[in-house]
Each structure stands twice: as C-alpha cells, then as structure tokens.
C-alpha cells in the first residue's frame, strides 16, 4: 500500500513562506505519473480539505482560500510533490498531508505547519 511521507513544516510567523513536500516512495513510478496529486490540510476540531491539485502535466487547481498564494508542483521521476506557501495566515495553522485527489492512498502522518500571529 502507497504511503506518502511529508516533510518540511514548521513554525512560521503570519505573512511568511514555508514549502512542504512529499514523496510516494512505494508507488510504482507510472502508477504515480497517472494521479492527479493534491495536498491538503486539516486544523483541529475540522474536516480535511483539498487546497490544491496537480496532474501528470502540471495543470494545477487551488482551493480560492489559497489562490495566489500557494503554489504546488511535482516531480515525477522521483515521484515528489510540493507545496510552496506564502503570505501565511494564523488560520492555516494545520497539519498538511499529500495523497492522490481523491485520498486513495493511505494516509501518511502529515507534517505541521504552525503560523504564529
């Protein structure tokens, strides 16, 4: 079963830039190449939700909480994704995780994102 593993969170101050990553070691190359990817977030006490998508060809789509601020982009050969965010607000303090669009991949442990105002 693919697992994806997310690094890169931390604690930022509210108007900063963070980028957060993951990488689908287990998932056969091809297999990754074919999804549509997305991150999403999940604050405590709410839902998770979808913030932006990307397919094999880097056509992109974003939650409009997001648009303008968030960019995600992917790597296919080493099967990667990427979020990069800036001008980061205190309510997006979350842990954020990465999977196929429609969560079909077990979920890894996400990495925490922390925007301090």
């Known amino acids: 079963q693919v697992q994806p593993v997310e690094s890169g969170g931390g604690l930022v101050q509210a108007g900063g830039s963070l980028r957060v990553s993951c990488k689908a070691s287990?998932?056969?190359?091809?297999?990754?190449?074919?999804?549509?990817m997305g991150w999403y977030r999940q604050a405590p006490g709410k839902q998770r939700e979808l913030v932006a998508t990307?397919?094999?060809?880097?056509?992109?789509n974003y939650a409009d909480s997001v648009k303008g601020r968030f960019t995600i982009s992917r790597d296919n050969a080493n099967k990667k994704v990427y979020l990069q965010m800036n001008s980061l607000k205190p309510e997006e303090t979350s842990v954020y995780y990465c999977?196929?669009?429609?969560?079909?991949?077990?979920w890894g442990q996400g990495t925490q994102v922390t925007v301090s105002s």
């Open positions: 990307i397919t094999r060809l880097s056509s992109t």
């Open positions: 999977n196929t669009d429609s969560g079909e991949w077990s």
């Open positions: 287990r998932a056969i190359t091809s297999v990754f190449n074919s999804k549509i």
